[in-house]
């Protein structure tokens, strides 16, 4: 298995280049394009031909490969399939918004929750992903928008168009089964790139040791709960793990976290349809009464829901439900005092919905 360079410490850098029979300065020169997410060797353009290309044989620069990278088409959103070292392979996403560059990265290769609606679980959990392999996954998607040219260095950590502002742990698995990793890798990217604790958004299924390990790490980031049920008897049926954390319990954790760091509470539920044996399409979690259990359980908290219509999954057995029915469950919730919204969707020509384009991969 080659070396990977972007794993190696400082001084080992410099050993592995002394050991090649270089000069000390070429480990400067190559952690520095590393830093910017150099995807191989052959964009190193101070370093001599023949070394980039002897460099290629024996190494690798980062802990991620891209193996496939789709455009949407309102040149909006793109979507990397990445290789690990190992061959398992992650989905990372970025998202240019009005706002800034947000990453969509991914915390495990699979996941282990089960969630009745995702693709990403189907093939099960391979592995968690390390505090590099997610970095690199933010460093992948610098390159995409800067290239090879260099980061300017805005000591306000302002975005610019060119820069990586936001990051959300959103993508292939529970982030909160991996989350001393997870912690280490958000403090490298607050550290090294520069985005605020505000800018970075970890979601997960209701893990409450999780939360709580959040809660006593005391950074101001956002928290996100995947709920999508508003009681624990329809959560069951879709959501494994509600098995083991209940929704009451969840959402006081949640809440506790969001209080002492006077954050927003993010909720995502995604909106359901199922096809009754007659082949109509029936609301599963999103009739009226649904909005109206969800209000009561979040009511007078500091809460955004975030309403995502069902992105559809071949292999899943749900049904997208109409526009209208989407508007009626965002009325109810906005008559009851609950800022909410309809999350856009993006990138659906691109399979942008979590593991679509793993699965599709790996089943080839
Ligand atoms: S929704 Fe998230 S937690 Fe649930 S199976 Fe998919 S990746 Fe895992």
């Known amino acids: 298995m080659k070396t990977v360079l972007f794993n190696l410490t400082d001084s080992e850098l410099e050993q592995f280049v002394v050991d090649m029979g270089l000069p000390r300065f070429r480990a400067k020169q190559i952690r520095e ?61 970025l998202m240019r918004t009005t706002y800034g560059n947000s990453v969509c990265v991914s915390s495990q290769a699979g996941c282990a929750m089960g969630c009745k609606f995702c693709a990403s679980t189907l093939l099960g959990l391979k592995r968690n992903l390390t505090t590099n392999e997610m970095f690199a996954q933010v460093l992948t998607a610098q390159w995409e928008l800067r290239g090879d040219k260099l980061k300017d260095i805005r000591p306000n950590g302002d975005a610019n168009n060119n820069d990586v502002s936001h990051i959300v742990v959103m993508g292939t698995g529970e982030p909160l089964q991996n989350t001393q990793n997870v912690i280490g890798f958000l403090e490298q990217a607050n550290k090294e790139l520069n985005i605020s604790w505000r800018r970075i958004t970890v979601s997960t299924c209701g893990i409450i040791p999780g939360i709580d390990a959040l809660n006593a790490w005391g950074r101001p980031i956002n928290l996100a709960i995947s709920l999508h049920a508003p009681d624990d008897e329809l959560r069951t049926q879709i959501m494994p793990v509600n098995n083991r954390f209940k929704i009451k319990e969840v959402l006081d954790a949640a809440f506790r976290f969001s209080d002492n760091h006077n954050r927003q509470l993010m909720i995502e539920y995604i909106l359901l349809g199922k096809k009754n044996s007659d082949g109509v399409i029936e609301l599963f979690n999103a009739t009226p009464e649904h909005a109206e259990k969800l209000s009561d359980l979040i009511r ?8 995502i219509p069902w992105n559809t999954v071949d292999e899943r057995d749900f049904a997208s439900i109409s526009g209208n029915a989407v508007h009626r469950f965002q009325d109810i919730l906005i008559k009851n005092g609950i800022h909410t919204r309809i999350r856009r969707e993006r990138g659906a020509d691109i399979g942008s919905a979590c593991g679509q384009l793993r699965l599709k991969n790996a089943q080839k």
């Open 33 to 93: 394009w590393l830093n910017r997410g150099a995807p191989n060797f052959s964009v190193m353009k101070n370093l001599p031909i023949d070394l980039r290309e002897k460099l290629a044989t024996v190494a690798d620069t980062m802990p991620v490969k891209i193996i496939k990278k789709l455009e949407s088409s309102d040149n909006q959103t793109t979507k990397f399939l990445l290789e690990l070292n190992d061959c398992e392979q992650i989905e990372c996403v």
């Open 300 to 307: 007078g908290h500091n809460v955004m829901v975030n309403l």
